[in-house]
């Protein structure tokens, strides 16, 4: 996300960071550039115009200019603008109240409002809810199965009701709720291809049945300006609480995030990253602001690992290493939790400098490197694993076959394999004192 921003702005910030000093010309020449790059990102032209002027006005100030470090100085006040312009801090959800609280997710059709649905039942089960996924959506058939599934998948209750009426399906979502225990509604409602007045008065009787302190609008990031004007509208004619951006991942741009909250006045609360179900994040402007100007998220990485790393497995892990017993199934199950952290490019993404990177790596080619590597420790034996001494000619033959790889390929992973323990002896005899125990070994 964000990429041609990025690059761009990297560029402009670089060439600042060369003058010895900052004068009014310089600085007016360089927010020329950065229009220029905030145009090209599909930011709104009044939020970029509005952006600018107000980045003007700082870094025209005494601070900056008389600044030891005029370039440093002017990034920061950048970076202090774009907190500003994304909300400054994050917005969480209301879901104070007597349960069943009610969570609506409107949009247009393809925004991806099911799939989010599912996410954040899943995000709220992991919080300590006990959340009903409610389908209003009586028109598209198939938006109702793909909702079951979702909730039968991951093992969320949801509504099957031959209701034909979502405002009549809210009020037995309710009933339901409060039979079976459940604290929050998220009502998947039903989308357009535009906005029409048949539904903004649907949706606006679900509200009231529901007496819905969230209203969330799902709105795809790849549409640009598109998203945002529908954000406008939405929020106009429902009032929405908050946003939630889906396919943030594979919007290179990043503008309609960028302009969302300053057209609307509301807050981005949740952010889709990926296809999978758990691959939705809250929405921190600060740190997002950080990714757009290269500075990386490492917060959020931290966050992500201790979420998703066992605790009994690390100390487990840390005792082999102590002893020198870290065996390529171990080796295996480090790659495995490194996936769990999102794609090779995100995490790139959140590791300060490295952004850079990007360019110049074939993610793509990686993260088949790392399913070879899978392939490769699976097609031993429990044995080999333990003692890879054991991988004579004939056993690597065998494997090779049985994980449709070469030869070369197992004597490579072996080879990285011995490296990784030199290393590890080295950590393990001191070096590595001091580091999260999540982080030792990637």
């Known amino acids: 996300m964000f990429e041609k921003l990025q690059e761009r702005l990297d560029t402009i910030f670089k060439k600042v960071k060369g003058y010895g000093k900052l004068t009014e010309k310089n600085i007016s020449d360089s927010l020329r550039e950065v229009r220029v790059a905030l145009l090209e990102a599909d930011v709104n032209y009044k939020v970029a115009k509005d952006f600018l002027e107000k980045v003007k006005v700082k870094a025209l100030g005494e601070e900056v200019l008389t600044s030891i470090t005029p370039g440093q100085v002017f990034v920061k006040v950048v970076h202090d603008e774009l907190c500003e312009l994304l909300g400054t801090v994050n917005k969480p959800l209301d879901i104070s109240g007597s349960p069943p609280v009610s969570i609506m997710l409107a949009g247009l059709q393809g925004s991806g409002k099911t799939t989010t649905a599912g996410k954040l039942a899943l995000y709220l089960r992991k919080k300590g809810r006990r959340p009903l996924l409610v389908p209003t959506d009586v028109y598209r058939p198939a938006a109702i199965d793909q909702l079951l599934k979702l909730g039968k998948q991951l093992g969320i209750e949801t509504l099957s009701t031959a209701e034909k009426d979502p405002v009549r399906i809210c009020e037995e979502a309710r009933a339901y709720a409060m039979k079976k225990g459940c604290d929050t509604l998220l009502v998947d409602t039903a989308g357009r291809l535009h906005v029409d007045e048949e539904m903004v008065a649907e949706l606006v009787r679900q509200k009231e049945v529901l007496k819905s302190r969230e209203v969330l609008l799902v709105v795809d990031a790849m549409t640009g300006q598109d998203a945002v004007s529908v954000a406008k509208t939405f929020d106009e004619k429902l009032g929405v609480s908050g946003f ?23 807050p981005i609360k949740f952010i889709g990253v990926g296809e999978k179900l758990d691959a939705l994040e809250l929405f921190h402007p600060e740190r997002m602001a950080s990714r757009i100007l290269g500075m990386g998220d490492v917060v959020s990485l931290v966050e992500k690992a201790q979420e998703l790393f066992d605790e009994k ?66 097609s031993m034996t429990p044995r080999e694993r333990l003692l890879p001494h054991l991988l004579d000619g004939s056993r690597r033959e065998r494997i090779s076959k049985g994980s449709g790889t070469r030869v070369q390929d197992i004597n490579e992973l072996l080879r990285r394999y011995m490296e990784t323990r030199k290393m590890i002896k080295k950590f393990a005899k001191g070096g590595a004192k001091g580091l999260p125990k999540q982080f030792m070994f990637r």
């Open 244 to 266: 939630i951006m889906t396919k943030l991942d594979g919007d290179a741009r990043g503008g309609a995030a960028l302009s969302i909250r300053a057209v609307t006045g509301k």
């Open 313 to 378: 497995e690390a100390k487990e892990l840390e005792k082999k290493i102590r002893k020198d017993e870290f065996t390529l199934e171990d080796f295996k199950d480090q790659l495995k939790q490194i996936k769990k952290l999102g794609s090779m490019e995100s995490l790139l993404g959140m590791i300060p400098g490295l952004s850079k990177l990007k360019g110049a790596i074939d993610f793509s080619e990686a993260e088949k490197e790392i399913k070879k590597t899978e392939a490769i420790i699976s």
